[in-house]
């Protein structure tokens, strides 16, 4: 009986075990912002970007010898041209390339090395209705990660920032 006994306590285990999910996070000026990884379809580093003479945040760049709307992640959620906290012009950027609404490949351009983690469906909270309102941050969802008491990723809303009609 006692081999038995084991099976049924690691299915037992298997079964309590809370899902997770992965996302990539990504740090944004003082903010770590976060996506579901089965929305990316790549991630690679950032080459040039052109056709933004206006410097409204919509551009493009060439990714597997087609021209790829790049849409400008900091624009939209923070609404500033620059941002506060400007990192290194000599490290490395890169280019989130994502599913719009549409199955169109759209790239988002981050300044901070991405990172893949792991969380348990017990780490995504709501965000207070008064913040999603009254806040100063665009293009989130209304969840919030939080890791630990320290790290905590507001979850982008994908559809929000590849929306045609977003305001830059």
């Not at 900091?74 to 599913?99: D, H, K, S």
Request: charged share 20%; glycine share 6%.
């Amino acid at each position: 009986m006692t081999l038995y006994s084991s099976r049924h306590s690691r299915r037992l285990a298997e079964k309590t075990k809370e899902k997770t999910q992965q996302i990539i996070t990504f740090l944004l000026g003082e903010e770590w912002f976060a996506l579901p990884i089965d929305r990316i379809q790549k991630v690679v580093p950032l080459g040039k970007v052109y056709g933004d003479p206006q410097r409204k945040g919509i551009s493009l760049t060439h990714y597997k010898g087609q021209e790829l709307l790049v849409i400008d992640v900091a624009r939209c959620i923070f609404g500033l041209e620059t941002l506060p906290c400007q990192q290194n012009t000599y490290q490395t950027r890169f280019l989130l390339i994502i599913n719009n609404e549409n199955e169109q490949l759209v790239g988002l351009p981050i300044d901070s090395t991405p990172s893949i983690s792991r969380v348990s469906e017990s780490g995504f909270l709501p965000l207070p209705d008064i913040y999603l309102t009254q806040g100063n941050i665009h293009c989130i969802s209304s969840t919030l990660i939080q890791v630990n008491e320290q790290n905590s990723f507001f979850v982008l809303d994908v559809n929000k920032l590849t929306s045609v009609n977003n305001k830059f």
